[in-house]
């Protein structure tokens, strides 16, 4: 939708009315925008990425706005809207989980099909992808063989990861299910997949899914 400078808006905060803490808030000709995440200089094309998946691939309005020290990505909301930030973590929540259990689905297929040699080399890859891409609080070995093996639908706490870390990993894991398996055979289970989540959960998951760039990729 918008492509912007720092001096082009005018950014304050407010107090979010059922949290303490502030919400930081763009303007911008009258409306008003909400942050969806924040890139580091060096991390232009995943910002650009991010932006053209949510205005073109989903139509929504946003802003990436272009400062020298980092990008950052703002969606369009009502100020009445913000009382939903809960109900919107809890989205998130849901598909941080539905995404660690496909991963966790390669790995044991992986583990099973071809042996434990290469189960381990699985690991290092992912690791790889997540150091790469710059995942927040996780991005090593010990965190990687941690979410391979814990079940996520008992997790109390959930890596802090945006929908656009979600995009990256899960097209990072097909990409690497193809190249250990030669097929992607193992991307067309994603129902039977998900079958230990609340059918609530799953669905949600499943239509985030389909209404993202991955809906060619998993299915």
Not at 135 to 142: G, I, K, N
Not at 176 to 187: E, P, R, S, V
């Amino acid at each position: 939708m918008f492509i912007l400078k720092r001096q082009d808006v005018e950014i304050s905060s407010i107090q979010h009315p059922k949290r303490d803490q502030q919400v930081p808030i763009l303007n911008y000709q009258g409306q008003t925008f909400r942050l969806i995440s924040v890139f580091k200089a060096s991390q232009e094309e995943e910002a650009r990425s991010l932006w053209r998946e949510l205005t073109d691939n989903r139509g929504k309005a946003c802003v990436l706005l272009e400062e020298p020290d980092r990008f950052s990505v703002w969606g369009k909301v009502r100020l009445d809207q913000i009382d939903n930030d809960t109900a919107s973590y809890s989205k998130r929540g849901i598909y941080i989980q539905g995404s660690l259990l496909l991963l966790q689905a390669v790995y044991l297929d992986i583990e099973e099909l071809l042996g434990a040699r290469q189960a381990i080399l699985f690991e290092k890859d992912i690791a790889q992808v997540l150091q790469k891409q710059q995942f927040p609080e996780t991005s090593s070995l010990e965190a990687v063989k941690y979410f391979v093996t814990i079940n996520p639908l008992d997790l109390t706490k959930l890596p802090p990861w945006q929908e656009n870390h979600l995009i990256s990993l899960l097209q990072e894991l097909h990409k690497l299910g193809k190249t250990y398996f030669g097929n992607a055979n193992f991307a067309h289970q994603v129902t039977d997949t998900l079958q230990d989540m609340p059918e609530a959960e799953r669905s949600l998951f499943i239509s985030w899914l389909n209404q993202s760039s991955l809906s060619k990729l998993w299915q």
